[in-house]
Each structure stands twice: as structure tokens, then as C-alpha cells.
């Protein structure tokens, strides 16, 4: 998923009194997120970044393509913080959530029994073997 498209809640209203709600959001890049640093605007009102990283990434809002600075700065402050929000579910990791099975020892002998969490194949070692030097 390289784009995602979105629905603002409540819209950018143009001067012919139209609402616009859809656009498009692309993954970010790393460039996206340092360029910005460099902007005169970022330096003097560290305020600006979200504003000039948002204009990367929004790849269309209504009939605008490209999602200039300007564009978004005229936004009703719900639907920039919907952006941005939407912008950290979009370039977040995700980390795959996943439990490990916990090993038991056999209380007969001195083997370890455990579930390969990858292909659930049954393991079981013996842990009465020395290991030899390779």
C-alpha cells in the first residue's frame, strides 16, 4: 500500500462554494521528512514542518494536484489534525505481534520440548549432550 485514500471531516471550502473532503495520501520517504528541516519557515516556526511535510505527501485534495503549502494552510484545523494523524497510521511500523511459546522441561528426563513459531513443527532437545568446539 504505497497511497491511501482519505475523506477530511469537514472540507476545504473553495472560493465558488464548493466543499472538498477526498484526497490522497502516498507513503513517505525519508527526503520527505528532511527536507522540510531546511525551510526558512521550519527554522524560524518549527510550527511550519507538519505543514510543509503534509504538502509532500498529500498527493491530491479535491481538484488540487499537487497539495501545495498554501492549500493546506486553509484547512479547518480538525481536518489538519486528521492529516496528521492519518500520516503517523500511514508511516508507522506496524510490528507483527506474535508470542513466542514458552519451552517446558520435561520433568522425566533433561529434554526441552517447545513449538517452532514459525512452522509449528514440535522441537525437542537434549540437554544432556555437551556441545563440541567447532
Given at each position: 500500500m504505497n497511497?491511501?485514500?482519505?475523506?477530511?471531516?469537514?472540507?476545504?471550502f473553495t472560493s465558488d462554494g464548493q466543499v472538498h473532503r477526498?484526497?490522497?495520501?502516498r507513503l513517505a520517504t525519508a527526503l520527505d521528512e528532511i527536507e522540510p528541516l531546511g525551510d526558512a519557515r521550519v527554522q524560524q516556526?518549527?510550527?511550519?514542518?507538519?505543514?510543509?511535510?503534509?504538502a509532500r505527501v498529500v498527493t491530491r485534495l479535491g481538484p488540487f494536484s499537487?497539495?501545495?503549502?498554501?492549500?493546506l494552510a486553509v484547512l479547518p484545523?480538525?481536518?489538519?489534525?486528521?492529516?496528521?494523524?492519518l500520516?503517523?497510521?500511514l508511516n508507522t511500523v506496524h510490528p507483527?505481534?506474535?508470542?513466542?511459546?514458552?519451552p517446558t522441561v520435561l520433568p522425566t528426563d533433561n529434554t526441552l520440548e517447545t513449538e517452532c513459531p514459525h512452522c509449528g513443527a514440535?522441537?525437542?532437545?537434549?540437554?544432556?549432550?555437551?556441545?563440541?568446539?567447532?
Open positions: 497511497e491511501l485514500p482519505f475523506m477530511l471531516p469537514v472540507g476545504l477526498s484526497g490522497v495520501m516556526n518549527e510550527a511550519y514542518y507538519s505543514l510543509l511535510l503534509l499537487p497539495v501545495t503549502p498554501e492549500v484545523a480538525a481536518d489538519f489534525a486528521h492529516l496528521q494523524a500520516y503517523a497510521h507483527v505481534s506474535w508470542s513466542a511459546p514458552t514440535l522441537l525437542e532437545l537434549d540437554l544432556t549432550q555437551e556441545l563440541s568446539p567447532a
